[in-house]
């Protein structure tokens, strides 16, 4: 399942961000602004417990989050969202799946994991600003649930039919969240309009 977040501070910053006269430094912030809205939606269904708190006036029926969060960026650009999560739930542990996309074949390359063992029994938001193929999502969610993660979402920036089509086949129990779904791919497999290559846009690798 894929869920588009349609609020109007999400959809204004996308647009500035997906402009192409955008540099890395705006690029960056806005990467962090909109995670954290984003992220504010996925966390929705997080697991709570109630729990008592006394006010300096009386006790209050409260709830706190009841599950480790574990958020799992795809290196590189994923990293580009990390902030905006952390910011939002600053308690959260972190694991790193290091993937790339292979030019010519478009599969996804595996060259680092290591995760918190929390990833058993606590939530994993995967990370990562782009999920096209969705090669790279199914990827790094296998390797979690090798890893025995059995709570995963993904949180992305702007994905497309393609890319939501195979990561719900492949795993049909993670919900996706998304600030755009567009239209499809291009020959090149980016993902059209999209907003261009992530990683070299955040850190100011592109030409
Ligand atoms: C990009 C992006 C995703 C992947 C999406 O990473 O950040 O990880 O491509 O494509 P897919 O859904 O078709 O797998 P890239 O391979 O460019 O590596 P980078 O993050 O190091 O720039
Ligand atoms: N990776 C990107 O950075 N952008 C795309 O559109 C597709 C893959």
Known sequence: ????????????????????????????????????????????????????????????????????????????????????????VPTARVGFVGLYRDETTKQPVTYYERFPPQIRGGTCIVIDPMLATGGSTVAAIDRLKEGGADSIVVVCIVTCPEGIERVEAAHPDVTIYAAAIDERLDDNKYIVPGLGDAGDRLFGTSH
């Open 1 to 88: 399942m894929a869920e588009r977040i349609d609020h109007p501070c999400v959809q204004h910053k996308l647009a500035i961000i997906r402009d192409t006269e955008t540099g890395h430094k705006r690029f960056r912030e806005l990467a962090t602004e909109i995670t954290m809205f984003i992220c504010y939606e996925a966390l929705k269904n997080v697991r709570t417990k109630q729990v008592t708190v006394q006010t300096p006036l009386a006790e209050a029926p409260c709830r706190k989050i009841d599950t480790d969060l574990v958020v799992v960026p795809i290196l590189r650009a994923g990293i580009g969202m990390l902030d905006g999560i952390l910011e939002l």
